[in-house]
């Protein structure tokens, strides 16, 4: 990621693609600019299909449960 926010939601009654559209919406106002990368917990997507979701979605267990890393990925 070249570079990105950490956004927290441990909110129970909300899915994880509502998580990621809340963490998108304040990205864009924030830096102007639309993610394209999401990195999460294997945990949080387990129960849940992502495939609405406005980004790719990675997972990686070094992310905190609860928490959403967003931003910009680098390009290859």
Request: hydrophobic content about 35%; overall charge negative.
């Given at each position: 990621?070249?570079?990105?926010?950490?956004w927290?939601?441990?909110?129970?009654k909300?899915?994880?693609?509502?998580k990621?559209?809340?963490a998108v919406?304040?990205?864009?106002?924030?830096?102007g600019q639309?993610?394209?990368?999401?990195t999460v917990?294997?945990?949080?997507v387990?129960?849940?299909?992502?495939?609405d979701?406005e980004?790719?979605v990675?997972?990686?267990e070094?992310?905190?449960?609860h928490?959403?890393?967003?931003g910009?990925?680098?390009?290859?």
């Amino acid at each position: 990621m070249v570079s990105g926010m950490l956004w927290f939601d441990n909110d129970p009654k909300t899915g994880l693609s509502k998580k990621i559209h809340r963490a998108v919406q304040y990205y864009q106002e924030k830096y102007g600019q639309t993610p394209n990368l999401c990195t999460v917990h294997p945990k949080m997507v387990e129960k849940e299909s992502i495939e609405d979701a406005e980004l790719k979605v990675e997972t990686s267990e070094t992310i905190l449960l609860h928490h959403l890393w967003i931003g910009i990925a680098r390009e290859k």
